[in-house]
């Protein structure tokens, strides 16, 4: 596609839910991150895929915490048993590669645990 | 923690004046970017700087990078209502990891 698209914007969930993110990068580019800005705050690195492998997790903040990516396509943020502290806004970016110009940002999905 | 630092945390000037924020980061990059994030919307590109490169300029924008200091600094020149926005630098080293400065809020009254 023209952009970066997550799905869904809005998720509002129960405490103790799963919930699972998605995020549709530009079509070719290899490297994908995810980042999640609580309220008020800067971005936290979260993870990042070079093509469907994940050399960086050192962000995830528990083991609740997982994503996926399906080759150089759609990627995957799942958040097991969500709490309050979860909440947060969860912005994927991709680039053609790290070296290569800027990164393109999804809109974000607006994440709210209550 | 890895992340840099943006000064001031806050900023507010008149339309027309010039506005300065500056970053510093910690460890070796290749790379500098700076973003501007309008209040409940996505992060936007703005421009990029690359280690080797001392001065950069797009448009109203001017970046400066200082390896030796670990810094780098953006000017918009001659602001309006429109700039006003929180502004990011984004330092991208070897670990293939952005790292993310805490951003200045930057608004310009008309």
């Known amino acids: 596609g023209a952009g970066v698209s997550q799905s869904p914007s809005n998720k509002v969930t129960e405490k103790g839910k799963d919930v699972e993110l998605r995020c549709d990068p530009i079509?070719?580019?290899?490297?994908l991150y995810w980042y999640r800005q609580r309220l008020g705050q800067g971005l936290e690195f979260l993870i990042y895929?070079?093509?469907?492998?994940?050399?960086?997790k050192s962000g995830l903040p528990s083991d609740r915490f997982s994503a996926e990516r399906t080759g150089e396509s759609v990627s995957t943020l799942t958040i097991q048993r969500t709490q309050q502290e979860d909440s947060a806004v969860y912005l994927c970016?991709?680039?053609?590669?790290?070296?290569?110009?800027?990164?393109?940002f999804g809109s974000g999905t607006r994440l709210t645990v209550v | 923690s890895q992340q840099g630092e943006e000064d001031p945390q806050a900023l507010s000037i008149q339309e027309g004046e010039n506005a300065t924020m500056n970053c510093s980061y910690k460890?070796?990059?290749?790379?500098l970017q700076w973003y501007r994030q309008n209040s409940g919307r996505g992060l936007v590109h703005l421009i990029l700087?690359?280690?080797?490169?001392r001065e950069k300029h797009s448009g109203r924008l001017r970046v400066t990078l200082d390896t030796s200091k670990k810094s780098s600094s953006l000017l918009i020149t001659a602001s309006r209502a429109a700039d006003t926005a929180s502004y990011f630098c984004?330092?991208?080293?070897?670990?293939?990891?952005?790292?993310f400065g805490s951003g200045t809020q930057l608004t310009v009254l008309p």
């Open positions: 895929f070079q093509g469907n492998s994940a050399p960086d």
């Open positions: 970016a991709s680039s053609l590669d790290f070296e290569v110009g800027g990164y393109t």
């Open positions: 460890t070796s990059i290749n790379n």
């Open positions: 700087i690359r280690s080797n490169e």
């Open positions: 984004v330092s991208s080293g070897s670990a293939r990891q952005l790292t």
């Open positions: 079509s070719g580019h290899t490297a």
